[in-house]
């Protein structure tokens, strides 16, 4: 007899649960061994991103394989909005989906069709042949499928925070997530995470989700950024990266032991 499978509750079910907002890692460096190391810090979520990281089909795969045994999370975010590339990533278990760069309703409408079936949907039928279902060892998959899975949505211009109220109400759409850096370099502040208009855009995303009765995440990698966003209602703040931590870890080492070059 195969062996009859759950999938776990997805992100948006998690946050929708919690009593606390959620804190998470970036794994930016195609790892499984560093994405497994971070399923085991005690965070809430590992982001699993292949926007601006080497990552193939091959390498998500093992990454969301070696976080499996973990209380985490996983989110994956694709490098953009392709509902073949989606496909794809369903089908190899993503259950969480981050897609950068959602600038319109029109956009965030066409990633909710990406990731449902027929007749709400145009994803491709191959439940049997993929991980998804853990070859049709889920019962009831191709019924149930929209409920294991979570769609969250990038806000992540001066374009998308103009538009982000009716973003975030779109049917379908589970949450958005905030990113600050590429906000504020659409607002001719590259650099300036911190600059009053950057806040305000972040600030009023945050509302505009918790009106639409959804969860907003943001990044914040200086602890004190986090805190605020999180007191101002954030349900995800994502607090690190593996190759941020990786690097200044390392060039720390080199500060206490080679110190500075002498002249």
Known sequence: MPVRMTLPPTLA?????????Q????????????AEIAAGSGLDVVLIDAEHSPNSL????????AVSAYPVTPLVRPPFGDPVAIKQYLDIGVQNLLIPMVDSVEQAEAMVRAVRYPPHGIRG?????????RWNRVEGYLA???STISLFVQIESAAAVERVEEIAAVEGVDGI????????ASMGLIGQQEHPDVVAGVMRSIAAAKTAGKPAGVN????AVADRYAEAGAALVLVGA????????????ADRFIGSPRP
Request: proline content about 5%.
């Open 13 to 21: 079910a998690r946050l929708a649960a919690s009593d606390r907002p």
């Open 23 to 34: 804190f998470g890692v970036w794994v930016c460096s195609a790892s499984a061994v560093n």
């Open 58 to 65: 091959e390498s998500i795969l093992a990454q969301l394989q």
């Open 125 to 133: 039928v191959g439940s049997a042949l993929a991980r998804a279902s």
């Open 144 to 146: 149930d499928a929209a």
């Open 177 to 184: 997530l905030v990113g600050p850096a590429d906000l504020a």
């Open 220 to 223: 914040a990698f200086a602890p």
């Open 242 to 253: 593996d190759v941020s931590l990786l690097a200044r870890s390392t060039e720390a080492l």
